[in-house]
């Protein structure tokens, strides 16, 4: 019987380099920073805008200290003064990739973010992402440590190499380029329209979110 062959694995330091560059996107993050990062997911994942006060309550900082660093940050969105999306998520419908929680139906920026978000909620959730080359739906379930039940089995993601410009508009500059897609030839075609994207596998996608994520939030992940 003929062996099965595999598509080579993304080499590690390439996922690893693409963790770099995205963590340096991002504004740099001491302890008390990586806090309140963290705690502005967790309390919009339950389903509402977060406000100024709760914030600061959960990440143990001052009310003044918390506007200082929000005021600081490109990549919120806001609803009159409180937090209706952040880095990635959002509780309003916004975009094609559905990210249900508890359930609670959450919105990502991305197809990556439903990847790496789940280990800084420590939730598991049910993902649900369409395709915009064909309009499939690409799902799985996605815990803090892995991810598994992708269909279809052969899906793959887009990615763009970061850029330190990107933060300025995060959402056309990024999260536009970055989708699932059900194979490779799918994903491959869309690419070849997108100068400057490239595919993972999926696995490869979620190795790169938790390189990512251990490197900007840290400590603050196991609190």
């Known amino acids: 019987m003929e062996a099965a062959t595999t598509r080579p694995v993304e080499p590690k330091s390439r996922v690893a380099a693409l963790a770099g560059g995205f963590v340096s996107m991002f504004p740099d993050l001491n302890a008390e920073k990586r806090r309140v990062a963290v705690q502005t997911y967790r309390l919009l994942a339950r389903g509402g805008p977060v406000g100024r006060e709760e914030l600061a309550e959960a990440a143990g900082v001052s009310l003044s200290r918390l506007n200082e660093m929000l005021d600081g940050w490109s990549g919120i969105f806001y609803e009159e003064e409180a937090i209706i999306g952040f880095w990635g998520l959002t509780p309003r419908p916004f975009s094609k990739h559905l990210f249900a929680v508890e359930g609670r139906t959450l919105y990502a920026w991305c197809a990556w973010d439903t990847l790496f978000m789940p280990r800084i909620l420590g939730k598991t959730a049910q993902v649900e992402s369409t395709d915009p080359e064909t309009g499939s739906i690409v799902r799985m ?83």
């Open 141 to 223: 379930t996605v815990t803090p440590d892995e991810v598994h039940s992708i269909e279809p089995s052969a899906a793959v993601m887009s990615i763009l190499e970061p850029k330190d410009d990107m933060m300025e508009d995060l959402v056309s500059r990024l999260c536009h380029f970055i989708y699932f897609f059900p194979s490779r030839e799918i994903g491959e075609a869309w690419a070849a329209r997108n100068p400057g994207c490239t595919l993972l596998t999926v696995q490869e996608g979620f190795e790169l979110g938790r390189l990512k994520n251990e490197d900007q939030f840290g400590e603050a992940l196991r609190d």
